[in-house]
């Protein structure tokens, strides 16, 4: 008969803050010193110039098994040496390519690794359990807040939703640069098959909203526009990642399978963009006549009127989709010496 374990919340709490008192900031710092002790190692091999000296365990972990990948994804070595560089460009923006990250997610990675031996340690009876893993889980949960770890900046959910866990292996231990990097192959090749058959083209991307205002002049993305949206699914929702028709407003395009749209969750969102002191928004720039700046509301897609190759500039918390894309292509295009 098996024995049962209980534990409260409570109890996971004080495991964690118990580790975390014990460990203190200094062993947080080693962390980081043996991620680029690692990097820099005498017996490594040598990146080849173009690329980021990081990310090469994961680029040799791919020449080495790319008959597999290749097989698994259903690739060719053109299309895998693609995803390749795009998985690169990713970890690139994500984490300066595993070399910043917030202490915090140090902690985090450094007890979810560790955690089983830790348990081990502390609290021998429950050796089998990574008990500050559960305990970390279980607060983000009751906290209502989801956290990105590793290179790629995965959540627990995104990588158990796309198989990661049962292809590559658990999260908790995978949150190294050759699993992520890997990871991200596989969510790229899912994602860029959906979002072809939604009927997102492949030719160069673009926002003719945007440029009739002046906002931008074009779009430096990586020539194809739905490998673009693929990229910008990895910071975004999937489900934007469609093709774009115009509304009833000259603003905005909106999603064509939908046939209503509102660009603005709320009157206090909108207000809050508004305040932005950008002048290359629409909210904000000069060019925009002031009787279009008024809260949309909710619109009315017109499905019929695709815009061709339509990228919208989505908003991130910090950042925009083009930017984003932008940067990730800019990485794309200088990676010429990568092979496989």
């Known amino acids: 008969m098996k024995k049962i374990i209980t534990l409260t919340e409570q109890d996971l709490f004080k495991i964690v803050k118990l580790v975390l008192k014990e460990q203190g900031s200094a062993d947080i710092n080693d962390i980081r010193r043996s991620k680029e002790q690692l990097s820099k190692s005498s017996e490594a091999p040598v990146a080849p110039s173009c690329l980021p000296e990081n990310t090469l365990p994961f680029v040799i972990y791919v020449k080495t098994n790319k008959k597999k990948l290749m097989t698994d994804l259903s ?202 002191i950008d002048k290359k928004t629409l909210l904000n720039s000069p060019n925009v006549p002031k009787n279009l700046k008024d809260f949309p509301g909710t619109l009315t897609v017109n499905q019929s009127e695709v815009i061709p190759n339509y990228l919208p500039n989505l908003s991130g918390p910090n950042h925009s989709g083009i930017g984003y894309v932008e940067q990730i292509a800019k990485t794309i295009n200088k990676l010429t010496c990568v092979t496989l």
């Open 75 to 276: 690739v060719d070595e053109k299309t895998l040496l693609l995803y390749t560089k795009c998985s690169i460009g990713i970890i690139g923006r994500e984490t300066m390519y595993n070399t910043y990250t917030e202490w915090t997610d140090d902690v985090s990675e450094f007890l979810r690794k560790w955690g089983t031996s830790i348990t081990k340690a502390v609290i021998p009876t429950f050796g089998q359990f990574n008990l500050p893993a559960l305990a970390i889980d279980k607060f983000l949960k009751y906290k209502n807040i989801t956290q990105s770890l590793g290179p790629a900046q995965f959540t627990p959910e995104t990588w158990k939703k796309y198989g990661l866990d049962k292809k590559i292996g658990d999260y908790n231990n995978t949150l190294d640069i050759v699993s992520q990097g890997v990871g991200t192959i596989y969510k790229i090749n899912n994602d860029y098959k959906i979002i072809l058959q939604s009927g997102v083209g492949t030719e160069p991307s673009s926002n003719p909203i945007l440029l009739k205002y002046g906002i931008i002049k074009d779009i430096k993305g990586t020539g194809n526009c739905a490998l673009d949206f693929t990229i910008l699914a990895h910071n975004m929702p999937l489900s934007k990642m469609t093709p774009y028709c115009t509304t009833n407003h000259p603003l905005y395009a909106g999603p064509c399978n939908e046939s209503k749209y509102s660009p603005y969750k709320d009157i206090d969102t909108f207000n809050k963009a508004k305040k932005i």
